[in-house]
């Protein structure tokens, strides 16, 4: 009989110790674990170096202009026994056109020496080749037809062009990249709107491209060029500048606030 009455009183003993336990904890018996809460989109914070909320799209921009100035290139070889002798057939070949577009009207200024190379033939021992190249700057662009076909008649091995230049290449490109901005930030407002938030301003702005690129013309040959039986001068070459798209892309990164 005692050993069972004591059950009861340890019991006792041990619920007395629990409560004691529960007593002593910060709060008291009253209480509770904490529930966690719903989780809440995060918003832009005031304090220096937090991160600005931001909109990244991209844009581009074109504008269309018209070439302002053409360039030609002109080409003369020569044959020879030895480098020197084929120079020098070249030479006086690319003396006679040189002297052909000056009396044209070519200023001196606008004809640039661009390649010179002699070498020997690997197929036929003791023959030598020579080249030299010329590229002329045409400031009225209805001209270059008739300077290509002059040079061709001056005894050009080769002419090719024109190639066609804007007058102010960086203000033009300037004007794409102005509009590729726009665009850029029509995208940002459209999404921005749908967000309920408004786009505060620009954080940065990146070119995605090298640059207007210039086309070039094709090749004329001296077979296409020569001149007509009995001496005629050959026909200027039709040359339509027509107009060029100056391209810009831009990413660009918004700022915006509630």
Do not use: C
């Amino acid at each position: 009989m005692r050993a069972s009455s004591r059950i009861p009183f340890a019991v006792l003993g041990g619920a007395a110790l629990i409560a004691a336990v529960l007593a002593l904890r910060p709060g008291g018996p009253a209480s509770t674990v904490a529930t966690p809460e719903l989780a809440h989109a995060a918003t832009a914070s005031n304090a220096p170096g937090a991160l600005v909320p931001f909109l990244r799209f991209s844009g581009t921009g074109t504008i269309t202009v018209k070439p302002a100035t053409a360039v030609i290139m002109v080409g003369a070889n020569g044959d020879g026994h030895s480098s020197a002798a084929a120079l020098a057939k070249a030479i006086k070949r690319l003396s006679a056109v040189q002297d052909r577009l000056l009396g044209l009207g070519v200023a001196k200024d606008d004809i640039t020496t661009t390649g010179n190379s002699t070498y020997e033939d690997w197929q036929v021992k003791g023959s030598w080749h020579a080249e030299l190249s010329i590229t002329v700057k045409v400031r009225k662009i209805a001209d270059a037809g008739s300077l290509l076909s002059a040079a061709s008649d001056a005894g050009a091995s080769n002419v090719s062009g024109p190639s066609y230049s804007v007058a102010d290449t960086h203000a033009a490109y300037a004007e794409a990249l102005r509009k590729a901005i726009e665009d850029a930030r029509s995208k940002a407002e459209a999404a921005a709107s749908q967000m309920g938030v408004t786009v505060t301003g620009v954080v940065s702005v990146d070119d995605q491209n090298q640059g207007p690129v210039m086309p070039y013309g094709v090749m004329y040959d001296k077979a296409m060029s020569a001149p007509a039986t009995g001496g005629a001068p050959t026909p200027p070459v039709p040359v339509n500048p027509g107009t060029q798209d100056i391209a810009a892309s831009v990413l660009v990164v918004f700022s915006y606030a509630k």
